[in-house]
């Protein structure tokens, strides 16, 4: 199956840039609402999957033994920008558990959303825009006396929980699914992203699971509600449209082109892939589908920029990247 054509940039009138993509809504029991392209092809979901690998820092009973915060809950599930907002609440956390930055594994990397450091700081592990994630992970392992020391193995027992609740939660089978190393040091899986979509519906709606889950579920989509800051950054896309819904979209890019959305009042999930990567362009398709189901207002479609200008060198307009009309196309519907 070839892919619909989500995005494209015009030079003039004409398209020069063609994105292509899938895309697919699905409710908690697996009903497909709206699909575009190859929604079964095995897919990395990265970041796009820390609302759901959060689950076990409040599910073990780690959140609430180092009295973490909604707002350090949500650092858990963001890709922040190292922003001074991040970096201190990061300090925080890490002053309640005794530690310091060393018992972080996840690297470091030039801070996203391209924010020039002072002076000539350098970036340090903490602003790493997983590094929220990673001390949820090490909470964890400390809570349950845990080694620290490689905690991002496929083998740590931190990391073999990750794996069994995104097995839970997405329906995919993680035995056999391909795997590599993500970005920031753990294993990354490859599943359908009917499954990564499947695993958003069903924190949108949780009712069908058990009840300690519905709690942490709760509890993970307030804090992300409330602090939206903490998401990506002041001007990033996911905080950016979570402030804006007033959290009722709440959504997650993964890099490589992946955006997630979670709808609680209609107990839909979202997933999106953008072939070549794209992540601009998976924001770009991302938006037109939240319209396409009517759960976006038109000002705040026009207000977070559905149509981004390319620019000459002179700063003149010369086209757009914009979406295609893929959403009006007859979508595959249809139950999993």
């Given amino acids: 199956m070839i892919n619909p054509v989500m995005v494209e940039a015009t030079r003039g009138h004409y398209p020069e840039l063609r994105f292509r993509g899938a895309a697919v809504v699905v409710d908690a029991m697996g009903q497909v609402i709206r699909s575009w392209g190859n929604i079964y092809e095995p ?8 609302l759901i690998q959060v689950l076990p820092l409040i599910e ?6 180092y009295h973490l915060t909604s707002q350090e809950i949500a650092l858990a599930c963001a890709s922040h920008y190292g922003e001074e907002a991040h ?3 990061l300090e925080t956390w890490l002053q309640k558990l005794g530690k310091d930055e060393r018992i972080l594994e996840c690297g470091i990397h030039q801070p996203l959303g391209g924010q ?8 340090s592990v903490l602003q790493n825009a997983c590094s929220g994630k990673h001390l949820g992970f090490l909470t964890t392992a400390l809570h349950r006396n845990e080694r620290l020391e490689g905690y991002v193995l496929k083998d740590h027992p931190v990391q073999k929980r990750i794996e069994h609740v995104l097995s839970e939660m997405t329906g995919a089978d993680f ?8 970005g920031c040091g753990i294993p990354a899986f490859a599943i359908p992203l009917f499954n990564i979509a499947l695993g958003m519906a069903r924190l949108a709606d949780p009712s069908h699971l058990h009840y300690p889950r519905q709690k942490a579920i709760q509890r993970i989509l307030e804090a992300v509600a409330a602090y939206p800051d903490m998401i990506s950054g002041s001007e990033g896309f996911d905080t950016r449209l979570i402030k804006l819904t007033q959290g009722h979209i709440l959504c997650k890019m993964g890099a490589g082109g992946v955006e997630v959305g979670i709808i609680p009042s209609l107990g839909l999930g979202i997933a999106l892939k953008i072939d070549d990567g794209s992540g601009k362009a998976a924001e770009i398709a991302f938006l037109a589908i939240l ?3 009517g759960c976006l207002e038109e000002d705040v479609y026009e207000l977070i920029g559905p149509r981004v200008p390319v620019l000459t060198h002179k700063g003149k307009t010369a086209g757009f990247l914009q979406p295609t009309h893929f959403t009006t196309l007859l979508p595959e519907t249809g139950r999993h």
């Fill in 87 to 89: 970096v201190q609440a």
């Fill in 116 to 123: 020039k450091l002072k002076g000539l700081e350098k970036p």
């Fill in 60 to 65: 073990s009973g780690a959140a609430d033994a």
């Fill in 291 to 293: 319209r396409s189901l």
């Fill in 43 to 50: 897919v990395f979901g990265r970041s796009a999957l820390k």
């Fill in 175 to 182: 035995s056999h699914a391909p795997h590599g190393t993500d």
